[in-house]
């Protein structure tokens, strides 16, 4: 986390200058872009740390986790969902006015499908039926129109089992299932939920640009608690934690402005979240120039 390497730089710059030996390593010819070239080293190592890992490794080990929560945990929080539209694939539009998470089924379904000159296809349904088994769709009383250049042909029955694009997990999205995705896997859902025309994309967003932010974030408080702790001051190391730790306090709390207010829709998610960054990068450079050389 950046905020606990953020403490520890603190602690370990403090103590070196309540020794005097901040002092001592300046008066020796080194600059203080120097002796920060170690701080920055490890910085970027443990950034890259914390990209690999939340980015690639942790959604990956988690999988169980998840399957368990949304088992034994989750299973009875599942809500069904109102009049649902996506687009499932280019020129296929579908329309469902109620689905049922917990059974997997729904009522008054819709199935267009268009090309250049208009709609081609139509199917409607009063009820859809996932089967698990068989990994198909039952729907029943079912309508289907095809229009074609010698006009329309209509087919009717009472159940037809038939293969769609779509799967239940399709018709409700848990927004907890960010943190169970590897950034490729979330980039493209996002990309996929955007073609079907979702609302609830916010919070994927929010998460896939927060993977880069927080690792990058490291870098930054590195900087800013080498260049505030390096000064000896009669407060010494206490007196830099207190600093270091309202500086933490203010990070997040920057961080949970921002997400708010892109949960809310007035700010883009990547802006929402690089804001706290773009901040404290100002502050770093203030502090780097402001520190003893």
Known sequence: SALFTFIAVIFFTSKMASNTEIIA???????????????????TFLALMSFTLSNFIIPVTSKNMQEFQKTYLKGRQKSGQNN??????????????NFDAVKKSGFRFSLEQFDNDGMTEKLTADQLIWDSISGLW?????????IGPKGEVISRGATLDTLLNLKPTDFYVDVDDAIYMGYRELRQFIEMEKMRGSGNLLTFEIEKHKRIAFPFATIILTVIGVSLSSRKVRGGIGFHLGIGITICFAFILFMQITTVFATLGNLPPVIAVWIPNFIFGILSIYLLRVAPK
């Open 25 to 43: 390593i300046l008066n020796s010819g080194i600059s203080f872009k120097r002796m920060l070239r170690p701080y920055i080293i490890s910085a």
């Open 84 to 97: 649902i539209h996506m687009q499932i694939s280019p020129g296929v539009f579908a329309y469902l006015e």
């Open 138 to 146: 039952t729907i029943k009383n079912w309508v289907r129109r095809e």
